[in-house]
T-cell receptor
Framework: DTGVSQDPRHKITKRGQNVTFRCDPISEHNRLYWYRQTLGQGPEFLTYFQNEAQLEKSRLLSDRFSAERPKGSFSTLEIQRTEQGDSAMYLC?????????????FGDGTRLSIL | DAKTTQPNSMESNEEEPVHLPCNHSTISGTDYIHWYRQLPSQGPEYVIHGLTSNVNNRMASLAIAEDRKSSTLILHRATLRDAAVYYCILSYNYGGSQGNLIFGKGTKLSVKP
């Protein structure tokens, strides 16, 4: 169990640029989640995948955001035309379906700063 | 989504027990009670969960009120490493996993040496 890894750990970009983050879940986990966390707040759910299918998207996920999990393994989260309000920590989590109440395992996140 | 209420912050002394309360008066019969914690600069970490009965694991104990409208996370001997934000979350057993977690602001626990 190597844990959930996220890349990059930090990203600084200018407003209006596009950014892409990557998440590698725990290898046998078929569920993958994206959350966003701003300073002083708890994480907020964005979207989740079961294998390669994106099953739910939050209202927070505007049309500038897109997430993929093409082969049911790693996932990417892209933000187009970034805005100041996109500055946050983006967290990825994975879990195993099929056994009751499997916990979510989180990565340490990608911190995005918009200049 | 069922809501939880936690104190904003709590303090503890090292090596003493800590009782972190959570109120969830609108909990439904199918909601599980989960606790996660988040250390500084890290992602959240699962601590424990339960439905009706009290639960123990290597990290903590979870005491659930008989009416399930409140619960308490118990750290038996706080260490400096336990200083974190603790989140109490309700979710149902969603297809075998916990479903989307709805985090509040949690309780920031400070541990004094």
């Amino acid at each position: 169990d190597t844990g959930v890894s996220q890349d990059p750990r930090h990203k600084i970009t200018k407003r209006g640029q596009n950014v892409t983050f990557r998440c590698d879940p725990i290898s046998e986990h078929n569920r993958l989640y994206w959350y966003r966390q701003t300073l002083g707040q708890g994480p907020e759910f964005l979207t989740y995948f079961q294998n390669e299918a994106q099953l739910e998207k939050s209202r927070l996920l505007s049309d500038r955001f897109s997430a993929e999990r093409p082969k049911g393994s790693f996932s990417t989260l892209e933000i187009q035309r970034t805005e100041q309000g996109d500055s946050a920590m983006y967290l990825c989590a994975s879990s195993l379906e099929g056994r009751p109440n499997q916990p979510q395992h989180f990565g340490d996140g990608t911190r995005l700063s918009i200049l | 989504d069922a809501k939880t209420t936690q104190p904003n912050s709590m303090e503890s002394n090292e090596e003493e027990p800590v009782h972190l309360p959570c109120n969830h008066s609108t909990i439904s019969g199918t909601d599980y009670i989960h606790w996660y914690r988040q250390l500084p600069s890290q992602g959240p970490e699962y601590v424990i969960h339960g439905l009706t009965s009290n639960v123990n694991n290597r990290m903590a104990s979870l005491a659930i009120a008989e009416d399930r409208k409140s619960s308490t996370l118990i750290l038996h001997r706080a260490t400096l490493r336990d200083a974190a934000v603790y989140y109490c979350i309700l979710s149902y057993n969603y297809g075998g996993s916990q479903g989307n977690l709805i985090f509040g602001k949690g309780t920031k626990l400070s541990v004094k040496p």
